[in-house]
């Protein structure tokens, strides 16, 4: 039997899925509210960002993976227009439906697949982009998710990988205090489930820093990797690019 992380606890491989599966369920109703108060809705900034780096033209194929309510999927599909596509794709079926939702209320219809990253249905050397935001921490195995978004690349194409980070020494303190104290309480009050936004918080020190996730990203097939420190590191966006 192996083991790995769901949050600080140790749990069997196998089990890890249908824990942060159970996450999902529980917060997909609240859960863009939930993203504003508890980022002080800095959340919309990383994700302005991230679609600048992504630098998409019109035309040009999108795999958005743990795509989730959608963010992402919606400003990328603006970018790359009617000529283009943008895939909006998750493992969670209740973070997805809530996700296309609020695209068709948009105006957009996307595709909208439920899938596990680590095994993606999808052809060799297609899109021109793959992001994942806030979604590899999520993931049992992170090499073989990551060496799945490299094959689905086309050679040339960029992987966005937006997520918690390590932050600068001087911020640890309050983030700690912020993060044990201040959001599970959040999370009783506005969602109703407190153990969900422990989790977040455990999951994210658990999580690789900026140049362990450079090195599982270059392990993966990266043949160029990149990082930007957002926010004092509190989030990373890495980029890296199939050669
Ligand atoms: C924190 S949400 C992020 C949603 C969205 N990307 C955003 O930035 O708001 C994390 C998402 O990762 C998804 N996820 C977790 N494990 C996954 C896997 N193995 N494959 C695909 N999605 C996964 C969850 O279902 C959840 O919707």
């Not at 970018?79 to 943008?86: N, S």
């Not at 105006?107 to 999808?122: I, M, N, Q, R, S």
């Not at 977040?200 to 097939?221: C, D, V």
Request: charge should be neutral; glycine fraction near 10%.
């Amino acid at each position: 039997m192996s083991s790995t992380h769901f949050g600080f606890e140790t749990v069997d491989e196998r089990d890890k899925a249908r824990r942060v599966r159970g996450v999902f369920d529980s917060v997909a109703p609240r859960y863009d509210l939930m993203n504003d108060l508890m980022s002080l809705g800095l959340h919309r900034a990383w994700k302005a960002y991230t679609v600048l780096v992504a630098n998409l033209q019109p035309g040009q194929q999108v795999l958005d993976i743990a795509g989730g309510t959608g963010d992402l999927a919606m400003a990328f599909a603006r970018k790359v227009g009617a000529t283009g596509r943008v895939v909006h794709t998750d493992i969670n079926e209740a973070m997805l439906r809530t996700g296309r939702d609020r695209l068709l209320d948009a105006g957009l219809a996307l595709p909208t697949l439920v899938c596990d990253a680590e095994k993606l249905p999808f052809a060799d050397n297609h899109f021109d982009l793959v992001s994942v935001a806030f979604g590899l921490r999520n993931m049992t195995h992170k090499d073989a998710a990551l060496a799945e978004m490299n094959r689905v690349l086309r050679p040339g194409g960029k992987l966005l990988v937006l997520e918690f980070s390590r932050v600068a020494a001087p911020l640890q303190r309050a983030y700690d205090w912020y993060s044990f104290k201040v959001l599970p309480q959040l999370g009783r009050a506005v969602a109703g489930d407190a153990d969900s936004y422990r989790y977040l918080a455990e999951s994210i020190r658990m999580h690789p820093g900026q140049e362990e996730l450079k090195t599982l990203m270059k392990n993966a097939g990266f043949g160029h990797v990149d990082y930007h420190n957002l926010t004092g590191g509190v989030v990373a966006l890495h980029v890296g690019i199939k050669c």
